[in-house]
């Protein structure tokens, strides 16, 4: 019997928005490699975290980074 591995549709919206991020440490770099403006990058970010209740970035006005739920071990903390 076959199993059903889909993801439903939305499930990963901002995810690779916010993996952009994390790697570039830059909602403009991250945006130029996407191919959109920085604030749509924000906003998909955005939603990401108020989706999962969690911040993800911490944002200071010169930069970004992960929080610790961002990390590994934090996303195995939110999934108990």
Known sequence: MKQNFTVRR???DGVEAFLNV???RSFRRAAAELGVTPSAVSQAVRA???R???ALLARTTRKRHRTQ???ASGA???CL
């Open 10 to 12: 939305g499930a990963l």
């Open 22 to 24: 994390a790697q570039h």
């Open 48 to 50: 990401l975290e108020a």
């Open 52 to 54: 999962i209740g969690t």
């Open 69 to 71: 739920a961002s990390t």
């Open 76 to 78: 195995k903390k939110l």
